[in-house]
T-cell receptor, first 110, second 115 residues
Framework: DTAVSQTPKYLVTQMGNDKSIKCEQN?????MYWYKQDSKKFLKIMFS???????INETVPNRFSPKSPDKAHLNLHINSLELGDSAVYFC?????????FGSGTRLTVV | AQTVTQSQPEMSVQEAETVTLSCTYD???????LFWYKQPPSRQMILVIR??????QNATENRFSVNFQKAAKSFSLKISDSQLGDAAMYFC????????????FGQGTELSVKP
């Protein structure tokens, strides 16, 4: 029933580990996004995919790699996690006319 | 480049009263939307209201309305009859067709509601 679902909601991991966050939407949108919300609550786009094709990559470190197996899924894989990667990551789908966000994943790197 | 600025980091309102949150933006695009999102402590991003740049009429959603001044690039949110449940972080944001649909957010305004 959930329009945009992200898993997991919370992720605590050690520095240097590799982790993935999954996102799925059932709204039929062609475009999906990843946003990062930092400790000051500032939100900034990281990536967007349109029908499995990468269209926005906002100077994100290469350790972050999005993958879209189909237009309903956009996963985020992070290699060699660093303390500075601690943040809330939001998946969203839609377009410039409107967006639906997932509930966010709070990533804590210790 | 598009920018969105919220100059009020914190605001406070008495329950049942009216409060206005300010937002200014800058864009060279002609086809764009403006949004206000609410983020309560649950961290869910909830769309409050949106405005299409082509429409002159200000958008309204129940107790929420906007004052869209296109020439001044201003997009303020008015909350009437404030309720305790309105307490949250509010983000102003813009998105344009030519920018791949990416949302540009302001810094946010933390709204507290006093009983």
């Amino acid at each position: 029933d959930t329009a945009v679902s992200q898993t997991p909601k919370y992720l605590v991991t050690q520095m240097g580990n590799d982790k993935s966050i999954k996102c799925e939407q059932n709204l039929g949108h062609d475009t999906m996004y990843w946003y990062k919300q930092d400790s000051k609550k500032f939100l900034k786009i990281m990536f967007s995919y349109n029908n499995k094709e990468l269209i926005i990559n906002e100077t994100v470190p290469n350790r972050f790699s999005p993958k879209s197996p189909d237009k309903a899924h956009l996963n985020l894989h992070i290699n060699s996690l660093e303390l500075g990667d601690s943040a809330v990551y939001f998946c969203a789908s839609g377009g410039y006319y409107g967006y639906t966000f997932g509930s966010g994943t709070r990533l804590t790197v210790v | 480049a598009q920018t969105v600025t919220q100059s009020q980091p914190e605001m406070s309102v008495q329950e049942a009263e009216t409060v206005t949150l300010s937002c200014t933006y800058d864009t060279s695009e002609s086809d764009y939307y403006l949004f206000w999102y609410k983020q309560p402590p649950s961290r869910q991003m909830i769309l409050v209201i949106r405005q299409e740049a082509y429409k002159q009429q200000n958008a309204t959603e129940n107790r929420f309305s906007v004052n869209f001044q296109k020439a001044a690039k201003s997009f303020s949110l008015k909350i009437s009859d404030s309720q305790l449940g309105d307490a949250a972080m509010y983000f102003c944001a813009s998105a344009s067709y030519n920018q791949g649909g990416k949302l540009i957010f302001g810094q946010g305004t933390e709204l507290s509601v006093k009983p």
